[in-house]
């Protein structure tokens, strides 16, 4: 059963940074797309970042130029978001999509609250 493991998150101010961690097993790590995704209360869950198995990144508009995505040869996924805001405050999830069949799986989540 796959496992993903999220940590880092917690209480910052705005402008302020926080690395979040996820770590994975139990999968083929070559095969697999990465990513987090966040939900912030009453609000639809929404993509943040992924990365492919080839180290192709995609971001979400509003944090272009504020986070960076990346992942190790250990099976870590890491989101290194600087220069927070406010309206980042939410629930950050760590997926992981097979690219052999599509099939996603998710973490419990981290919350990571901004204060002004």
């Known amino acids: 059963q796959v496992q993903l493991v999220e940590s880092g998150g917690g209480l910052v101010q705005a402008g302020g940074s926080l690395k979040l961690s996820c770590a994975a097993s139990?999968?083929?790590?070559?095969?697999?797309?990465m990513g987090w995704y966040r939900q912030a209360p009453g609000k639809q869950r929404e993509l943040v970042a992924t990365i492919t198995s080839a180290g192709a990144r995609n971001y979400a508009d509003s944090v272009k130029g504020r986070f960076t995505i990346s992942r190790d040869n250990t099976k870590v996924t890491y989101l290194q978001m600087n220069s927070l805001k406010v309206e980042d405050t939410a629930v950050y999830y760590c997926?992981?999509?097979?690219?052999?069949?599509?099939?996603?799986?998710w973490g419990e989540g981290t919350l990571v609250t901004v204060s002004s």
């Open positions: 139990r999968i083929t790590w070559r095969f697999s797309t």
């Open positions: 997926m992981r999509r097979s690219e052999i069949d599509g099939v996603a799986n």
